[in-house]
């Protein structure tokens, strides 16, 4: 959790409602980038952004993932949380479609650049001035993350770094029955803002953030055969495996995919 106050941000499994495992940054580097809280993630995990408001007054709250606004402001009253995703609403009912972490490349060599590793969720909060008067909602749908094009635009970094974001994920959740009718309110001054990281397992690794398992640097030497370089001939690239699991219904239907990073060390001398 990243707390500012009386706000705060975490991520939550999209199905069990599980807080995601979470990190404290133990270098410097890390620190420098506003917070040292990450969350850890793996590869097409789905996600809701869980946003709290403990204070004593209601307030107006927008959200924006990877840089991107997922395009719709919320009310959030005093003493409450809400799990919040891609939202639509149409016939009467609210519905949010959680976020799916995508690993967008994977390279061996760790980015100097600790930003352009870690995935970035942002949850600003304002003070909420009610005036007069209902408005009423007949349809929304949220465009954010509904295509590849809208992930690419959102990729404007060198592939060969190893980056992780986020798109439109396949879980839905109906939240509520709604009638559209919204209070008129208007925008108070920003309270707080909240930033929190996100990325996989590898990549918390690559950036320091947890600490290196044994052998990794090992696992990781790139192999040369190329005398003039002057270095030992012979060193045996290791490149995970990417494992993928299928979780499926009674019919036999694929209701979820998951990659997972396999890195086998077992024919490797010592």
Wanted: charged fraction near 30%; aromatic fraction near 8%; proline fraction near 1%.
């Amino acid at each position: 959790m990243v707390q500012k106050g009386l706000f705060s941000v975490e991520l939550t499994d999209a199905k069990s409602k599980e807080i995601l495992l979470e990190h404290k940054a133990t270098i410097s580097s890390c620190k420098e980038l506003d917070l040292d809280v990450f969350v850890e993630v793996e590869p097409a995990a789905e996600y809701f952004i869980r946003v709290a408001n403990d204070s004593s007054e209601s307030v107006i709250c927008n959200l924006s993932v990877d840089g991107e606004d997922l395009g719709y402001e919320f009310v959030l009253n005093a003493n409450e949380y809400d799990d919040k995703g891609v939202w639509k609403f149409e016939n009467g009912t609210s519905r949010h479609t959680a976020l799916k972490v995508h690993k967008v490349s994977v390279s061996s060599d760790a980015s100097s650049d600790v930003n352009k590793n870690i995935g970035v969720v942002a949850v600003n909060f304002f003070k909420y001035i009610e005036d007069d008067g209902v408005e009423i909602k007949t349809e929304f749908k949220s465009n954010w993350g509904d295509s590849k094009e809208s992930l690419g635009s959102r990729i404007d970094i060198d592939d060969s770094k190893k980056l992780v974001m986020s798109q439109q994920g396949t879980y839905t959740e109906n939240c509520k029955e709604d009638d559209g009718k919204r209070k008129c309110y208007t925008y108070g001054d920003e309270i707080v803002s909240i930033r929190l990281k996100y990325c996989t397992t590898v990549g918390l690794i690559v950036d320091g953030v947890l600490q290196k398992p044994p052998l990794w640097e090992y696992a990781r030497m790139l192999k040369t055969n190329n005398n003039e370089t002057g270095e030992k001939e012979g060193i045996e690239t290791v490149h995970p495996k990417i494992i993928k699991r299928n979780t499926c219904d009674e019919k036999g239907n694929v209701i979820e995919e998951k990659e997972i990073e396999f890195f086998d060390l077992t024919a490797m001398e010592e």
